[in-house]
């Protein structure tokens, strides 16, 4: 439980093991496609650590959250998908990929297994890569990298803009808002969204005969979250016209794409200052940027309170004891609690709530779930949106730095939960 929280390498680097454990279980992680290709470049460069490559990287797999979120769709599937039809939630929910409807006991439900950035982190721990994994980052850092940059000129002088005679960055970030709103020259902005976004040529065609028939509405109306990305990429160019971003930075291209996922959180934590500065423009009044330094700080604070707690107490595991952050209206986590979860407080005083998923009555049920056959697109008669349960498969060590995420004594395995 806790805000859907998007973060930067960064910070969890930052972190100590037991405090990338506390933000792990109060907050639910919106782990990017950018994070992984970036975890996945340290393969190939020199650690300031004087750690092996291999060991840098296995340290930031050890710190990567896997309790409660999940790693995020990539930017660039969601922006094909909304194109040719399909909606993209914008508010603050992590799109996930699979997912397969199932039915057990008359409830209807779906089972999402772990995706596959989640079983490479697990292997990433145990110092195993793959080739593939290799070829993966370095296709993915190409892409970010190589744009066509005279290509994207162009079609910026089809439009009219010019960074030139912008002073700021809200000047910026409001030049390119005007463009997504705008219903006037949409095959010049598609253009832009193909040259940006790298959608395959074979799908153009069908994408602007589909925007024809809403009557080239404008593309804020049209491709919502599409609109959310080319808003950032105008941005980041006119930015870097006026010198208002460093173009001798390479990383900021990098960097700037974090902000892709921006709809997808309740909370932003970065140590970047490209980050600082950008990020709010572009989150919902109802989102909150952290700056690190102060959230590392909230999680030290945690350690040390629960860390007091009698052995006996530790031993029966995080989920028995740690049911939301401690301190009062003075820590940062409570402050994000009661901004972005109102009712916590409400709910935190159902015992039920804490019914722990070790239990067999619960343990049972989520067993008969997981297990039971997928349903065939003829058999499916409900929403999956709207489905009576929903099972996330988890890997997940019994401990972890200094605590224990499940009892000590427990012995099951996995498989048989």
Not at 13 to 42: G, R
Not at 66 to 94: D, F, N, R, S, W
Not at 161 to 171: D, P, Q, R, W
Not at 255 to 283: N, T, W
Request: proline share 7%.
């Amino acid at each position: 439980m806790g805000p859907i929280a998007l973060f930067d390498k960064s910070f969890l680097q930052m972190l100590s093991i037991d405090e990338a454990m506390w933000f792990d279980h109060f907050f639910i992680a919106n782990i990017c496609p950018l994070f992984y290709v970036e975890t996945l470049a340290d393969l190939e460069k020199v650690p300031k650590s004087g750690r092996s490559p291999e060991d840098e990287v296995r340290v930031i797999a050890d710190k990567t959250p896997y309790m409660g979120g999940g790693p995020c769709v990539y930017h660039g599937t969601l922006c094909l998908a909304e194109l040719q039809g399909y909606k993209v939630p914008m508010t603050g929910q992590i799109p996930v990929a699979g997912g397969r409807p199932v039915s057990s006991g008359g409830k209807r439900g779906v089972v999402i297994d772990n995706p596959p950035e989640a079983q490479a982190f697990a292997r990433w721990q145990e110092g195993r890569f793959l080739d593939l994994e290799r070829e993966y980052a370095r296709a993915w850092r190409s892409a970010l990298a190589n744009l066509d940059l005279p290509g994207v000129a162009e079609k910026f002088r089809a439009l009219g803009i010019s960074g030139k005679s912008c002073k700021t960055l809200a000047e910026a970030k409001s030049i390119a808002a005007d463009i997504v709103h705008s219903k006037a020259s949409p095959f010049d902005q598609i253009a832009l969204v193909f040259n940006f976004l790298a959608i395959p040529r074979q799908h153009h065609h069908e994408i602007v005969e589909r925007w024809s028939t809403f009557g080239y509405v404008p593309l804020s109306q049209y491709a919502p979250y599409v609109s959310h990305v080319m808003e950032i990429e105008i941005f980041f160019q006119i930015a870097l016209a006026a010198n208002l971003i460093s173009s001798d930075r390479a990383s900021n291209r990098a960097d700037i794409a974090y902000l892709f996922y921006l709809p997808f959180c309740s909370v932003f934590v970065s140590g970047d200052k490209l980050h600082r500065k950008c990020a709010p423009l572009f989150m919902r009044t109802n989102q909150d940027f952290v700056w690190m330094d102060d959230l590392k700080s909230d999680l030290q604070n945690a350690n040390l309170h629960f860390s007091a707690l009698p052995e006996r107490v530790k031993e029966k595991g995080i989920l028995a004891f740690a049911h939301h952050p401690p301190g009062d209206n003075d820590s940062l986590m409570v402050q994000l609690w009661d901004r972005h979860l109102p009712k916590w407080r409400q709910i935190m005083s159902n015992a039920n709530v804490f019914e722990p998923v070790l239990a067999p009555r619960l343990a049972d049920k989520i067993k008969r779930m997981v297990q039971s056959r997928p349903l065939t697109p003829q058999e499916v008669d409900f929403d999956p949106r709207d489905a009576d349960e929903l099972v996330i498969k988890r890997l997940a060590s019994k401990r972890r730095g200094n605590w224990w995420q499940l009892p000590a004594d427990f012995q099951k395995s996995v498989d048989d939960i």
